[in-house]
């Protein structure tokens, strides 16, 4: 288990992911502050749940304050289901590499990485294991390209690294084509009505 708290200047900072699913609130905001979470981002694109309306953008941004953690949304432009046909393929999957160039893109993953280097910071979704969710396909790698720990908690309360993540699913590895795999979301994204 990785135990790690914010650090001090200097430090590579540390960027923590979790996945709410369908949990209460009170176990959500107790992991936080386990990990002494003093600012907690939402990086969902469509902020609300049919299926766990606790976690709706309004609820979440009232009662985080009361647990002493800060909320912020940037699911504008870290969410994982952009606006526009150009990062999308034809079967409705999120195409990480455009989304990762844009400056709306550079400018957000830039303010996690400057809100990491002074106070601990989590990132949070839906998906409550990361290879499910963009927070580890799209924004832990993008974090980890820019030399920042990303750190994804579970519901259990245990924790695993971006790169523990990588070696369990054998990403590192290429394929028996000696090519590595799209970097694209896993689901396709793209629906109508959305």
Known sequence: MIDKSPRAGGDTPTVYTVGHGQGSIEQFT???QARQITLGIDVRSKPWSKWAKQFNKEQVEALLPEAGIEFLWLGEHLGGRPEGEQFYDAEGH??????????????????????AENRGVALFCVEEKPEDCHR???????????????????????AE???????R???DQTSL???????????????SGD
Not at 136 to 146: I, P, T, W
Not at 178 to 191: F, N, V
Request: proline content about 5%; charged content about 25%; overall charge neutral.
């Open 30 to 32: 107790a992991a936080l």
């Open 94 to 115: 999120a195409l990480y590499q455009p989304i990762s160039e844009q400056p709306w893109f550079l400018k957000a993953i830039g303010q996690v990485e400057h809100e």
């Open 136 to 158: 580890y396909h799209l924004l832990g790698r993008a974090l980890a390209d820019r030399e920042v720990e990303v750190v994804h908690l579970r519901r259990d309360g245990s």
């Open 161 to 167: 690294s971006q790169v523990a993540v990588r070696q």
């Open 169 to 171: 699913l054998g990403e």
């Open 177 to 191: 084509l000696g090519e590595m795999p799209a970097w694209r979301s896993l689901k396709p994204q793209r629906h």
